[in-house]
């Protein structure tokens, strides 16, 4: 089975290499690890320090962040260059020594073929003034508590498909393009991949919780709720209702409204900037 590795990233150099550095150590090394720079020379560059990557330029000036079809950019180079498992790894995780070994051995099982391949993630605290220590980081596991963690080298399926994220997921070749991709309408943060779930539920495509794929999130500031990211939210949150006919991200609309930032307009049957 020929394994690759998708990152997008944009102004996260520091993060990338340490992701890179982790996929290094591997112990199933990867055949394939493309990097989509998003605008950004310096993403290149940490790329360019590691010679088992290759970056791809997505240009872009200014605006949302075109998450979605970046992700789709880099599938269609690593599936150009023969691989049969994709493993999507957001650009502020670290790779545990066994998350494409754990990643390949749930995809060679025939009832996973046709599934979302999901791993366990830890959100890491603030690093000390010597960085995160690769060797230390099983020590530092702690799950997100809100997804299925199952033991290593067990596999569960999933039902609710509104709990997969793209921090770290792997889906085979066949599937992928039965899925079809992420949906380019979203822009910026947010949505994209809870809408890739749904649509991939309605295609039949099953949902896995892979014990042992650990991923080691990176500590970066962020605001809660996200409201550096309120426009992307509201305007993605929009497009996957359009799309579903429900409202995603519920958690974060009720806080914005409960910040007075926006509001429920009973007449437009939408969300809208108070």
Same mark, same amino acid.
């Given at each position: 089975?020929?394994?690759? =590795? ?10 990338? %290499?340490?992701?890179? %550095? ?20 310096? #993403? ?6 590691? /010679? ?102 067990? =596999? ?18 066949? #599937?992928?393009?039965?899925? /079809? ?12 991949? #809870? ?9 039949? =495509?099953?949902?896995?919780? =892979? /014990? /042992? ?62």
């Amino acid at each position: 089975m020929r394994v690759a =590795v998708v990152t997008i990233a944009a102004h996260r150099d520091r993060h990338l %290499r340490m992701q890179l %550095r982790s996929l290094g150590r591997s112990r199933r090394a990867c055949d394939d690890h493309v990097v989509v720079a998003m605008g950004d020379p310096r #993403t290149m560059d940490a790329v360019s320090e590691h /010679g088992h990557a290759r970056g791809i330029w997505l240009d872009h000036r200014e605006g949302p962040l075109p998450l979605a079809a970046a992700r789709n950019i880099g599938a269609a180079a690593v599936l150009a260059g023969g691989a049969d498992l994709l493993v999507f790894l957001d650009v502020d995780c670290m790779a545990s020594e066994e998350l494409l070994d754990r990643y390949v051995s749930a995809a060679e099982h025939p009832g996973n073929r046709s599934a979302l391949l999901c791993g366990p993630v830890t959100y890491l605290p603030p690093p000390g003034p010597g960085g995160y220590d690769l060797d230390g980081l099983d020590q530092l596991r702690s799950p997100h508590p809100a997804r299925p963690a199952p033991p290593n080298g067990s =596999v569960t399926a999933g039902t609710d498909f509104d709990l997969f994220w793209s921090l770290s997921f792997a889906v085979g070749r066949a #599937t992928w393009q039965h899925v /079809g991709g992420f949906c380019t309408d979203y822009l910026g943060y947010g949505g994209e991949d #809870t809408d890739f779930a749904q649509t991939a539920r309605a295609a039949g =495509v099953g949902l896995r919780w =892979v /014990g /042992g794929a650990d991923a080691f999130h990176q500590h970066h500031p962020v605001s809660d709720p996200p409201v550096e990211h309120l426009r992307d939210i509201l305007a993605n949150a929009r497009t996957f209702h359009r799309r579903w006919g429900r409202w995603p991200m519920r958690g974060w609309l009720n806080a914005f409204e409960a910040g007075g930032l926006i509001e429920y307009d009973r007449d437009l049957h939408e969300w809208v900037m108070s």
